[in-house]
């Protein structure tokens, strides 16, 4: 890898905070009792949708304690106010402004209450999803929307799937570059039957779909009695998106969507090689006589219709032998501590030592251009 004036960058994985009063101001009447707010005590400030019987999250989970990190010591998530967050957190301006210092052309930006996607009640959560959706684009990403790539929210559930699909054609007709599912919805698998209808219409739309991790819930990471319940929940998260991937290829899902393009947010690629080769094996011994029947193997499948993304994996970029580098891309996670600002330059020279610069430059900037469509100069033609 080369060195000398900073590399240009391109996240797909970054985030927003809400302003505390969106759902507030732009929820329908008949659900401002239950609307995510913002709300105040004297152990500090947190993230709430009352009368749903969600926890309370910290505000400092998500754009606050970046400043901690930044001094070198990451501070616990209580104590904070919301005036405390990172101004790039849910100011545009002062956004790009960090980008800027980072090297980054552009983002693709998540949201930072990703709670929203496991509000039990379906009926307001397609409310706040919509709600969200258009703040997203109406008083965020518009400041510099060839920069600020916004992820449209699919509200699923406990449901019908129709409200994701009138969701997903609302906002491919202006322009959508790309759209955001949860790992996980309880108690139904992502091959399931009751998605088939979503997987078409998304298919013919042509747009990418991205599962972050940590929006929804995987039961078996979130139990609240589990002994050190942070740290099951914070890793099986991301462990979660293997699951994620076998759900969708073992329920046939790219078999009879071949055109579909699915991403695997924020879990890392260090996973991938073992994964793969492990699910290659067992489908040489036995595809003869498993339901549903593949044409392909899963490694295939994964060539063809996924992507994953990371924002620090040495280990992962070490088996760049065994992987695709067009299937892989780099984030930056703004403005979480699992991610690398303000050493987002510093971070990408550590994971690629010794790596082609082609290499670097197709998985931390082209890559992204390639599948989002983005109209920006690629590093290296094409």
């Known amino acids: 890898?080369?060195?000398?004036?900073p590399r240009p960058l391109i996240s797909v994985d970054s985030h927003v905070v809400e302003p505390k009063d969106l759902w507030l101001k732009r929820l329908p009447q008949r659900f401002q009792h239950q609307a995510p707010q913002v709300q105040s005590t004297e152990q500090g400030d947190y993230f709430i949708v009352p009368n749903t019987g969600m926890s309370p999250k910290p505000v400092g989970t998500e754009g606050a304690m970046i400043n901690t990190k930044i001094n070198g010591v990451i501070t616990k998530p209580t104590g904070y106010?919301?005036?405390?967050?990172r101004a790039g957190a849910y100011d545009p301006v002062a956004r790009l402004e960090d980008q800027d210092s980072q090297g980054v052309r552009a983002e693709v930006v998540y949201p930072g209450w990703l709670i929203v996607h496991s509000i039990p009640d379906f009926d307001l959560k397609v409310a706040c999803?919509?709600?969200?959706?258009?703040?997203?684009?109406?008083?965020?990403c518009s400041h510099a929307p060839d920069r600020l790539i916004g992820a449209v929210a699919l509200p699923v559930g406990n449901g019908p799937v129709e409200p994701a699909i009138e969701e997903a054609k609302r906002w491919a007709a202006r322009g959508a570059k790309t759209f955001l599912l949860p790992q996980a919805v309880p108690g139904m698998a992502w091959g399931d039957a009751h998605w088939e209808p979503l997987w078409a219409v998304l298919e013919e739309i042509g747009v990418p779909v991205g599962f972050h991790q940590a929006a929804g819930?995987?039961?078996?990471?979130?139990?609240?009695?589990?002994?050190?319940?942070?740290?099951?929940?914070?890793?099986?998260?991301?462990?979660?998106?293997?699951?994620?991937?076998?759900?969708?290829?073992?329920?046939?899902?790219?078999?009879?969507?071949?055109?579909l393009?699915?991403?695997l947010v924020e879990g890392g690629i260090g996973w991938i090689a073992f994964q793969?080769?492990?699910?290659?094996?067992?489908?040489?011994?036995?595809?003869?006589?498993?339901?549903?029947?593949?044409?392909?193997?899963?490694s295939e499948y994964f060539n063809r219709n996924f992507w994953a993304t990371f924002e620090d994996d040495r280990p992962g970029i070490l088996t760049l032998p065994m992987l695709d580098e067009k299937r892989l891309m780099w984030a930056g996670d703004y403005p979480h501590t699992e991610g690398n600002f303000p050493f987002a330059q510093e971070q990408v020279a550590h994971d690629f030592q010794d790596v082609d610069d082609a290499v670097v430059s197709a998985i931390t900037h082209d890559n992204a251009?390639?599948?989002f469509g983005l109209d920006i100069p690629r590093l290296v033609s094409s």
């Open 369 to 371: 251009i390639d599948l």
């Open 129 to 140: 999803v919509r709600a969200y959706n258009d703040w997203l684009f109406e008083e965020f």
């Open 217 to 259: 819930q995987v039961a078996i990471f979130n139990d609240k009695t589990t002994p050190g319940v942070f740290w099951t929940t914070a890793i099986g998260n991301k462990i979660s998106l293997g699951w994620v991937f076998m759900q969708l290829v073992y329920g046939a899902v790219p078999e009879r969507h071949p055109n």
């Open 81 to 85: 106010r919301f005036e405390d967050q």
């Open 1 to 5: 890898m080369s060195t000398g004036n």
């Open 261 to 263: 393009r699915f991403i």
């Open 276 to 298: 793969l080769n492990t699910m290659d094996h067992m489908f040489t011994d036995h595809h003869r006589w498993t339901v549903p029947e593949l044409s392909m193997k899963p």
